[in-house]
């Protein structure tokens, strides 16, 4: 007589532990976890894909207590994870997140590189919950970033025993395109009130995405000026910074940037941040994982 024995469930802990991890804000966590399935040669937009359906599972259990075991396809030993993951967050958050990994998903099937969009999403997930900028009126932005330029300024001349805290600046230039630009300015008597503010940074934004869409979250919050043919972009996320030294994606950046102001730009980026602005969560997470030495596709590009 032959017994059957049906194959064991595989174990999908590791879905849990990520979203455990995205709870507890602990990126290098949840980027351990994906760089080892990773290595496995797990697809990562099915990744995406599993961890929309069980957060799906926790917007459920938070929505609708008592019906949705229901509605939940899952092993009781899953459920209870997925109880627990359902009490660490408000429902809010949870669909905040969901429709940050669904935008996530639909960007990956365009992303050249699907690791580094995936990375940096649960970097973005374990900062916090998700703020959308929709409705903002394009000059309260600019006020923000005039006053902002201000306290900068003013840094240097505050009196002494008093100073403000001063920012760490981060600089860098493209890495050389293919083709050299001649500049029309000489840099160096290039004075702040020269600098023009680009009013059509948004469209490059827009144009950048559908170049290399992997790489433009990280401008996020940025905004730039020119003078002559060079173009200044202020970034807030340092991750930009090290993305902007690759060629291939200074290359998409110089592309977009031309296809929207109708002529090709010298580059420079900067960011500054004081030492208590780099105490913001999503900053402090990005060096926790550097920290930990997590290997991430940015660093195989960079090797």
Do not use: H
């Amino acid at each position: 007589m032959i017994c059957w024995t049906p194959f064991p469930t595989p174990s999908r802990d590791y879905l849990y532990d990520m979203l455990d991890a995205v709870s507890d804000s602990d990126a290098p966590k949840a980027l351990g976890v994906t760089a080892a399935l990773y290595d496995m040669s797990k697809d990562l937009t099915r990744l995406c894909e599993e961890l929309i359906t069980q957060l799906r599972n926790v917007m459920l259990i938070k929505a609708s207590p008592d019906t949705a075991e229901k509605l939940i396809v899952c092993m009781p030993d899953e459920l209870e994870r997925l109880r627990a993951l359902a009490e660490k967050t408000d429902l809010s958050t949870v669909m905040d997140r969901l429709s940050v990994l669904q935008e996530c998903r639909e960007r990956m099937q365009r992303a050249m590189n699907k690791r580094v969009e995936f990375e940096m999403t649960l970097i973005k997930l374990c900062s916090g919950p998700a703020k959308t900028v929709q409705g903002i009126d394009n000059s309260e932005i600019y006020d923000k970033i005039k006053q902002l330029e201000d306290k900068i300024a003013s840094a240097p001349r505050a009196a002494a025993g008093q100073a403000p805290e001063q920012p760490e600046v981060l600089e860098a230039s493209a890495a050389p395109s293919d083709e050299k630009i001649v500049p029309t300015i000489d840099i160096k008597k290039l004075k702040p009130e020269d600098i023009v503010n680009c009013e059509r940074w948004g469209e490059i934004l827009e144009e950048f995405k559908n170049i290399n869409p992997a790489v433009a979250g990280s401008l996020d919050g940025s905004f730039a000026g020119t003078a002559g043919n060079y173009i200044f972009i202020k970034v807030k996320n340092r991750f930009f910074m090290d993305l902007f030294k690759v060629k291939e994606n200074a290359n998409s950046l110089e592309i977009a940037i031309a296809k929207v102001l109708g002529q090709r730009y010298i580059m420079k980026a900067s960011c500054a941040t004081t030492v208590n602005e780099q105490k913001n969560l999503a900053e402090s997470i990005i060096k926790k994982a550097m920290e930990s030495k997590i290997e991430t596709a940015v660093e195989k590009e960079n090797a």
